[in-house]
């Protein structure tokens, strides 16, 4: 006589709301791993700037050549005053 297998239990016993449940978090997680990966694969091209953005833009480039050559001429050593000492 053949043995007969016990009955196998099964180890995770889910009701339909808990398969469901889990299937909307694994859904969820898939989709964000998609999204991730398209976003990397397909960057946002630069946004054009406005007339407005371009001329303040401008403004703020000139300004910088203009306080650079002030800020170089700030730095620049300068010899202390002499002062005569009385004894």
Do not use: W
């Amino acid at each position: 006589m053949k043995r007969r297998n016990p009955p196998r239990r099964q180890i995770f016993v889910l009701t339909p709301e808990e398969k469901q449940a889990i299937a909307c978090i694994v859904g969820a997680f898939v989709l964000g791993l998609a999204t991730m990966q398209y976003r990397a694969n397909h960057p946002r091209p630069a946004a054009a700037l406005a007339k407005k953005e371009q001329s303040t833009k401008a403004s703020r480039q000139s300004n910088k050549r203009t306080q650079g050559a002030t800020r170089i001429a700030r730095t620049t050593p300068t010899a202390p005053p002499e002062t005569e000492d009385e004894e």
